[in-house]
């Protein structure tokens, strides 16, 4: 493996701010306690942050409660304006953002530019869904009255992000969320806040007002975010991560009977037939699965090749990942950086491992880096077993766990044979295939001849335990939307 060493960033992580973002304050937790943020790249802590109490997360939502009436009736253009210029300072600040993604996820800086532009198009893209937020009006079937069908504001909004993207989960929600009209609470994962926390600084300068957007960090996210959703303020749940915690969220959120939308865990599918172009489908399966190191919700899991172009592709794929140049993630250089943290490293070498011991030919990589940071080399399996674990739980990581297949039929079948249902890539040359195959695959996102499907005016979610709801074109908005119906004589 080829690895490079850190470079020095162009701030100081520890000036940063990393205290609670609450109606328009920084304050420290009421208990007083900080928590260590780690950089991936060397395993060393780089800040610390505030840890909320049950009392702080209550005070955030009181924040966003007291600033509801008046953003819900600010004017939609006004609202659109806001948000337009967060885009803007997104944009400008793209180099610094992008490496302090970088810095406290691990992801690569080009990865990490890709990020900070797919968060900010979300703002752009959301500044002119607010002032698209049209109702109907029509006559009742009996000609008694008419049916005014408006779209308001769900309510005060708690939003849960994972630390993969740690900006574009949160804007994916906070830019639909303030369109709707709504405020919110932002609960960023622990691994990755201080992005987080830049951004709330960002919204203030772009004239989001006081209370409308709040962030809090908590070490015990269990029992504090169980206190705002049984808070009855709280009329929304956005939550993305894992399928696991998302089921438990669920729970939770039932007793105040609280709208839930859900961005869970995927075990993407990754089709190739024998009539694909092959050079597009090795391009194709290197972003499906290495955007981020392999740790996205989208990231191929589970490769199917039809025997006709097996060898070549598993050739072609054990080239490009043995090349690739691991590193730091805020490095140049860097093609590939670490896992988030020891715990992914352990569990990734333990299911290739496993899927090894059962018959699996190592043909790239296939273990970790023993150095300071939490690195796995990219590795590509073949002769993959149908029923390992590694094809049933999502890998996260940047490890290529290939299978055969002769079939159409049974490759849909091994392919929807999951819990999980967000998305599927499918290479063929056969256009009618492509969208036969696409049709019954059980995912809510389908890659057809694409490794990238994530774009805020398309409508992102999963199908089966991969979610509830989706983010981004003009469904996203409507998640913060409740409908009100007037009926109407005159
Ligand atoms: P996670 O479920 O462990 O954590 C997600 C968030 O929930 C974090 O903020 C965490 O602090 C919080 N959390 C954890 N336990 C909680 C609890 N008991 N109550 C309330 N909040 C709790 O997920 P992760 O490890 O941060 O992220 C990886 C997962 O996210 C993967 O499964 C991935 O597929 C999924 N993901 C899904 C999408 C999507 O759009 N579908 C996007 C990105 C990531």
Redesign the pocket.
């Known amino acids: 493996m080829n690895v490079h060493s850190p470079v020095k960033l162009s701030f100081d992580p520890r000036q940063l701010p990393s205290d609670l973002w609450i109606g328009g304050k920084w304050r420290p937790g009421m208990t007083g306690k900080r928590m260590e943020v780690f950089d991936p790249s060397t395993g060393k802590a780089i800040a610390t942050i505030a840890d909320a109490s049950i009392e702080d997360a209550l005070d955030a939502v009181s924040a966003a409660h007291t600033a509801a009436p008046g953003w819900a009736a600010t004017a939609p253009r006004e609202r659109g304006e806001i948000l337009r210029r967060c885009f803007d300072l997104m944009i400008a600040r793209r180099d610094m953002l992008a490496e302090l993604i970088s810095l406290e996820n691990g992801k690569s800086l080009s990865d990490a530019k890709g990020e900070v532009t797919y968060a900010a198009e979300f703002f752009r893209w959301f500044s002119e869904e607010a002032v698209r937020l049209n109702g109907d009006i029509y006559s009742a079937p009996s000609g008694a009255n008419k049916i005014v069908v408006q779209h308001q504001p769900i309510g005060v909004a708690v939003l ?6 740690p900006a574009a ?1 949160a804007t994916r929600k906070i830019a639909p969320a303030l369109a709707a009209g709504c405020t919110c609470v932002l ?5 990755t806040p201080l992005t987080a926390y830049v951004l709330a600084d960002l919204y203030r300068e772009a004239g989001v007002p006081d209370g409308v957007v709040n962030v809090i960090t908590t070490s015990r ?2 029992a ?3 206190a705002m959703l049984h808070d009855p303020r709280v009329r929304k749940l956005s ?8 089921r ?2 669920l729970h ?1 959120a039932a007793d105040n009977v609280i709208s839930c939308s859900m ?4 075990n993407a599918p990754f089709i190739v037939f024998d009539d694909a172009d092959l050079e597009a489908a090795l391009d194709g399966a290197m972003i499906a699965k290495m955007r981020n190191g392999g ?4 990231a191929a899991n589970r490769f199917y090749v039809q025997s006709g172009i097996a060898d070549a592709f598993s050739k072609g794929l054990t080239d490009r990942m043995a090349a690739l140049k691991v590193g730091a993630g805020y490095d140049p250089a860097t093609q590939c950086g670490p896992l ?1 943290n020891k715990d992914a490293v352990e569990r990734i070498g333990g299911l290739v491992d496993e899927a090894v011991a059962d018959g699996a030919a190592v043909l790239a990589g296939g273990k970790a880096d023993d150095r300071a940071g939490f690195y796995f080399a990219p590795t590509v399996l073949a002769g993959v077993k149908a029923d390992a674990r590694i094809t049933r739980e ?1 890998i ?1 990581g940047p490890v290529v766990a290939i299978s055969t297949f002769d079939r159409e039929d049974d490759v849909v079948a091994s392919a929807n044979d999951t819990e999980y249902g ?1 998305i599927a890539y499918v290479y063929t040359g056969d256009l009618a295939r492509g969208l036969r195959v696409s049709e019954r695959l059980e995912s809510g996102m389908v890659g057809l001849n694409r490794g990238l499907v994530s774009d805020p005016a398309a409508p ?3 199908v089966k335990q ?2 509830l709801g989706r ?1 981004g074109a003009h469904h996203g908005i409507m998640e913060f939307c409740e409908t009100k119906y007037i009926a109407v004589s005159w």
């Not at 849960?160 to 993207?165: A, D, Q, S, Y």
């Not at 609960?187 to 691994?191: D, G, I, V």
């Not at 961005?263 to 995927?266: C, I, P, S, T, V």
């Open positions: 849960i992000t994972p630390w993969n993207f989960m609960k960023p994962a622990t691994e996210s269990g504090t975010v169980s939550f993305t991560g894992s399928t696991e915690v998302g438990k969220l939770e961005e869970l865990g995927g740790e996205a919700c989208t988030i999502e996260f967000l992102f979610g999963g991969s979610g983010e």
